[in-house]
C-alpha cells in the first residue's frame, strides 16, 4: 500500500503528465489543426457524430483508468521522470501492452468523426508512426531492462497494439 505522501505525489504527477502528455497530442493539437469545427460527415452515415463522440469519452475514460492504474498500482507515473517501482500488468494492460497509446489515437479519431475533419484521420495516422516508433526504439528496451523477464513474460502473452479477446489471467508484477 502507498503511504499517503508517495500516493499523493504520484497522483499528482500523473495529472501533470496527462495534461502535459496526452492533453496536447489529443486536445491542443487537434484543435490548433481544426479548431474543433464541425465539417461535413466523413462518410455521411447517419449516427456517424455519435460513433465519435463514443471513440472520444471511451478513449478518454480508458485513458484516465490508465493514468489513474499507474499512479496506484505501479507507485508511479506513466512519465519518464518518476517511473512506476512495478510493472502495471492488470486492467486494460491485460488485453493490450499500450492501452494509453490506443486510447490517445481513438480520441483523436473519435474527434476526426465527430467534427468530419479528415486532417485528423491523417494526424492519427502520424501519431500511430511516432508512437510506434518511440515504443519500438525506446520504452520496450527500457522496460526490458528494468523488469527483465517479467517483461518478457509479459510481452509473450499480450500483444503490442491489437488486444486480446480475452484478458491475460497471469502475472508479471514486479519489483524493480
Known amino acids: 500500500m502507498l503511504e499517503k505522501g508517495t500516493r499523493a505525489r504520484t497522483v499528482l504527477g500523473s495529472f501533470v503528465f496527462f495534461l502535459v502528455a496526452p492533453g496536447v497530442v489529443a486536445g491542443v493539437i487537434p484543435f490548433a489543426l481544426v479548431g474543433w469545427t464541425f ?23 480508458c485513458l484516465v483508468e490508465c493514468f489513474a492504474r499507474f499512479a496506484l ?52 495516422g ?15 528496451p527500457t522496460l526490458r531492462r528494468r523488469f527483465g523477464a517479467s517483461y518478457e ?7 503490442r497494439w491489437w488486444p486480446r479477446l480475452t484478458p491475460w489471467s497471469g502475472s508479471a508484477t514486479s519489483g524493480t
Open 153 to 159: 513474460t509479459y510481452c509473450l502473452h499480450v500483444r
Open 126 to 140: 502520424l501519431m500511430l508512426v511516432a508512437f510506434h516508433l518511440f515504443v519500438v526504439l525506446y520504452e520496450e
Open 39 to 61: 465539417q461535413a460527415t466523413l462518410l455521411g452515415l447517419p449516427g456517424e457524430r455519435v460513433v465519435g463522440i463514443v471513440a472520444v469519452g471511451a478513449g478518454l475514460a
Open 73 to 124: 498500482e505501479g507507485r508511479g507515473t506513466p512519465g519518464p521522470v518518476e517511473q512506476t517501482e512495478v510493472l502495471v500488468a492488470s486492467g486494460l494492460y491485460r488485453l493490450v501492452r499500450n492501452p494509453m497509446y490506443v486510447c490517445v489515437v481513438a480520441i483523436v479519431l473519435g474527434q476526426a468523426v465527430l467534427f468530419g475533419q479528415a486532417s485528423l484521420l491523417a494526424y492519427a
